[in-house]
Every structure is written in structure tokens, then in C-alpha cells.
């Protein structure tokens, strides 16, 4: 075995998940690699949507148009369980009040696309991890390929490869949860004949679920075109016997399942990819163990009930990656890695909590219609609605903040605020590009910007003509786009800012300020 190559963090597997990490961690000047046991890139549709924090996120490293280019479409409701009430995310103040109905093979494009031609990263393929070595001072990875055995020597893994997650597995993790009767089949499949008799593309929830009790009854769901000829198949049936996920899926299947709903009037020609489902809940006892971090699947599988596994690794990425970059770099405040299972874990356990409500909800037996009924009208009740919009979405994430109360909006998403900067206009997701924390002010609280000085190098502060409709008048953003800290007008605020820095960005270092912002986003990404 070849003598080991040196880098700072190993990322195991390129799906969303692992793609997001890696970026993240090159945007902070990481060294990563990240390898991937598969030969080639997924060409399959698999997750099919992402919810509005995952879009808002997107747009906070300058990646959506790319998304949006290659989208099929934007639906603005959403549903819970299928239900015939539709969802919505009014009044959350998202700049993106939609879901993008993608392929996920499209976001794994552009993501991949964003980290080779920023940063010249390439994902190794062929590349299998067969072993995990840690001690105090970094990991060694065991990798299999085509060539033989070699080994990578990182200060820290991250293990994104998914529900049958290695990298869990060679960790000892438990993994306790749930197991269920359910089980899906999801294909993508090209026509024989029928395509007239689908929508062209889908303008609501309700045309990629269907509307027709009868139809929801026997489990399946209306054809989705994902363009190039390409449809997709969705179907499931209660009943089933846990051992189902290892069965292989037959074509025999899929044939079944669009007769089963479309009669003799749409004919099933090729079937270029298949794979089953189910709505067993499990999720990792810890996300960390020593230098060893899990996300995305390895950390937690559900029912993949509004594309909430996609959504949910993305985030998990987005929240791992500034403060795996942190300790890599050497500024990571104690506990600031720790922070990753202590915020994290709870939302994970929130989405296997909803998936298993949800597959509930959906079982068509009879025994459960006067539950669906009760929830269909909880459902027509605003205050229900906007609730469990909230929850699906990501949008409602709070994170506990120290000093930040529970009335105040530390700890949830800072909205993309319009702003005027020095005469210019420009975005909150456009001054977080650059990956780093933002100390946003207006001139009234501009008294703040001072103390901060210290952490010029981490910190990007600007002073803004106004924050429209924010409840403060200044506010510290994490790199992942939550509040630290929201100025209350009260005699500690300082202090409470001062704690928060420490908190979350370490111990001050004095340093020459960089040049103020200027709200343009060619010079915000630029810094």
C-alpha cells in the first residue's frame, strides 16, 4: 500500500449531502477530497424537489440560477401526507416561497459542476472506503479502487454515503428506529404510448400527487415528466414485509403500477432506472465520534415524504461545513463541532417524527379515514397550516443562540433582506456569499460595528440604510445564515454581541480591517 496522501477532511460520498459539505469547505480554503464508490455520476431522478430553506441556502452561495436553468418547475403550495388540503408558505418571509421540482441527479450536476470549476476539486470515482483509522490527531482512510488500495490521511472524515452508510457501519453508530410494512417503488421510465394523457408539466402539488381518492387508494401516483422522454414512476402498497427493501424491484412492477392507474391508455416502453422504498424511521445516536462526522442519510432515513431526506442532508451541510472549516483553520471556539449534533440531531429527529405521522396518514385503509379527515380540516385552520408549512420546509429551524431569548429572532434564518449599502443596492444572501459571518447594521446601531473589529478576518461588517421589516437594528449572521445575535435596544446588548462572537467565531484576534462592503455582489464574492 502507497505511503498516505495528505489532506484536511475526507468526504465519503457525492450525493447532495456530500457535495454541499465539499463546497463548503473549499469556500472556507479547505483541502478536501472526496471520493465515491460508484463508477459514474448519478444519472437517475431519485429526490425529485427542494423545499424553500434549501432554495434560500442555494441562493446564499450564488447557485440557484444554475438550479432554476435546469429545473422541470416551481409549484408554491405543498402538502402533508398527500391530504387534499394544500399547504402553503405565506407569511414565513422567504424571498423563495416555492419548492423547485428537480431531478436530483441535476442538483448533484450543478453542485458538482460549482465545486470543480471554482475550486478544482474533482470527485474521485471507484473509490470505496474499506477503512477508518482515528487517533488524537487526524483519520486515516482505507480506500479500495480499480488500481489497488490507498490511503488518505485527513484531520477529520465526513461520512455522506448514505442510508447503508459505511462509514456508520466501520464507526460502531447505533442506528435505532423503526420498522415498517410500506414499501414504494419509484422508476424512471421512457413511453410506448400515453404521453398525451399527461400533463405536460406539473403546475401544483396536486397534479404530481393526483386528486382521485380511487387512485390514491390503490397507492399510485400521476406520471411526471422529467423531460428528454423521460417519466417518472411512483407506487406503493401496504402490507409489505420489511425484508421488501432488499427484494429486488421487477419491471413486472412498474408495468403493473401505471395500468393500475392509467388503464390501457399510456404503455410502459423502457425502464432506464428502479428502486424501492419504504417509510422505516432510523437516525444515528450521535452525528460525531472523535474526528468522524455522519450527514445527509448516514445520519437519518424516513419515508421520503416531500423530499425531506435531500432537503435535510443539504442543510446538515450547510450547518457542518463553516465549523468543520473552523477547526480545520484553527479558530473553532471549544464546542463550536459540537454544536453540529447538538443543533442538528433535533431537526433530524423532528423530520422522522413528521415522515412517521405522514405514514401513517397515508396507510388507505379504512380504519384511518376519520384521522385523514380530522387532519384535512386541521389543515384548513391558518395558524395548522402555516405550522407544519413551516416544519416541512426548514423554515421554522430556531436554534438555541446563548442570550438570545425565545421572542427575538436569534436563532432562526436571517430573511434575505433587501438593502441599500453606501448607495448601492444588494441582497443579505449576496453579502453571505463569501462564506464567513455578517455583522449587519443600520447607521442607528452602526455603535456596534466597533467591538467587532476584533474578528474582521471572520466577520464581514456592513452598515446598511434600513433592515425592512426586521425586528432589530442590527443583527450577527452566522456563515449558515442564522442569527447569533439581534440588538434589543437594552443596556446589554454589547455584552450580549461580545458573547456572541466568542461563541461562535472565538477569541478575538486583532487584525486590519478589510475594506468596508459596498453592497455590490461581484465585490462581496470577490472578498
Not at 167 to 182: C, E, H, I, M
Request: with cysteine; charged share 20%; glycine share 10%.
Amino acid at each position: 500500500m502507497s505511503t498516505a496522501q495528505s489532506t484536511d477532511v475526507v468526504v465519503v460520498g457525492s450525493g447532495p449531502t456530500g457535495l454541499t459539505l465539499a463546497y463548503e469547505l473549499a469556500l472556507a480554503g479547505v483541502r478536501v477530497v472526496v471520493i465515491d464508490k460508484l463508477a459514474d455520476p448519478n444519472e437517475h431522478s431519485k429526490a425529485l424537489g427542494l423545499q424553500p430553506r434549501t432554495v434560500e441556502v442555494l441562493d446564499m452561495r450564488g447557485l440557484l440560477d444554475a438550479v432554476l436553468e435546469r429545473s422541470l418547475t416551481q409549484v408554491s403550495d405543498a402538502h402533508f401526507a398527500g391530504l387534499p388540503t394544500v399547504m402553503h408558505y405565506r407569511g414565513w418571509g422567504s424571498r423563495h416561497p416555492y419548492g423547485v421540482i428537480i431531478p436530483q441527479d441535476r442538483v448533484e450536476a450543478v453542485l458538482e459542476q460549482a465545486l470543480t470549476e471554482r475550486y478544482g476539486i474533482r470527485v474521485l470515482r471507484s473509490h470505496e472506503l474499506t477503512g477508518i483509522e482515528q487517533d488524537a490527531d487526524g483519520v486515516t482512510a482505507v480506500v479500495a479502487t480499480p488500481e489497488g488500495d490507498l490511503r488518505f490521511r485527513a484531520r477529520y472524515l465526513a461520512g455522506c454515503d448514505g442510508g447503508r452508510s459505511t462509514v456508520r457501519r466501520r464507526l460502531g453508530v447505533a442506528f435505532p428506529g423503526t420498522r415498517s410494512a410500506f414499501a414504494g417503488v419509484v422508476a424512471d421510465v421512457t413511453l410506448k404510448k400515453g404521453a398525451d394523457a399527461i400533463a405536460a408539466r406539473p403546475k401544483s402539488i396536486r397534479d404530481l400527487l393526483g386528486s382521485e381518492k380511487a387512485h390514491r387508494t390503490g397507492m399510485t401516483w400521476p406520471l411526471v415528466p422529467l423531460q428528454n422522454g423521460l417519466y417518472r414512476v411512483v407506487w406503493g402498497i401496504y402490507g409489505r414485509s420489511e425484508d421488501a427493501p432488499g427484494t429486488p424491484v421487477t419491471e413486472a412492477e412498474v408495468h403493473t403500477s401505471v395500468r393500475l392507474r392509467y388503464g390501457d391508455a399510456v404503455e410502459v416502453d423502457e425502464i432506464r432506472w428502479l428502486s424501492r422504498f419504504t417509510d422505516s424511521a432510523y437516525q444515528a445516536e450521535h452525528y460525531r465520534r472523535g474526528r468522524v462526522l455522519l450527514a445527509g442519510d448516514a445520519a437519518h432515513v424516513h419515508l421520503p415524504a416531500a423530499g425531506q431526506g435531500l432537503n435535510l442532508g443539504v442543510q446538515d451541510a450547510m450547518n457542518l461545513g463553516w465549523k468543520l472549516a473552523a477547526a480545520v483553520n484553527g479558530w473553532a471556539p471549544e464546542g463550536l463541532l459540537d454544536s453540529y449534533h447538538a443543533e442538528r440531531h433535533p431537526i433530524g429527529a423532528s423530520v422522522v417524527e413528521n415522515t412517521r405521522a405522514q405514514a401513517v396518514l397515508t396507510n388507505p385503509s379504512e380504519e384511518y379515514d376519520g384521522l385523514r379527515a380530522i387532519f384535512s380540516r386541521l389543515l384548513r385552520m391558518e395558524d395548522v397550516n402555516h405550522y407544519l408549512a413551516g416544519m416541512v420546509s426548514g423554515l421554522d429551524i430556531r436554534y438555541p443562540m446563548p442570550g438570545g431569548g425565545q421572542d427575538g429572532p436569534a436563532g432562526t434564518r436571517m430573511p434575505d433582506l433587501d438593502l441599500v449599502v453606501r448607495g448601492a443596492e444588494s441582497r443579505v444572501s449576496t453579502l453571505l456569499r463569501p462564506g464567513r459571518g455578517l455583522l449587519l447594521t443600520t447607521g442607528a446601531a452602526a455603535a456596534h460595528q466597533a467591538p467587532a473589529a476584533p474578528w474582521a478576518d471572520l466577520v464581514e461588517r456592513v452598515t446598511a440604510e434600513a433592515l425592512p421589516d426586521f425586528p432589530a437594528a442590527a443583527a450577527l449572521v452566522r456563515p449558515d445564515g442564522y442569527v447569533a445575535w439581534a440588538a434589543a435596544g437594552a443596556p446589554d446588548d454589547g455584552e450580549r454581541l461580545a458573547e456572541a462572537l466568542r461563541t461562535w467565531f472565538g477569541t478575538p484576534r486583532p487584525a486590519a480591517a478589510p475594506p468596508a462592503a459596498t453592497g455590490d455582489p461581484e465585490a462581496a464574492v470577490a472578498r
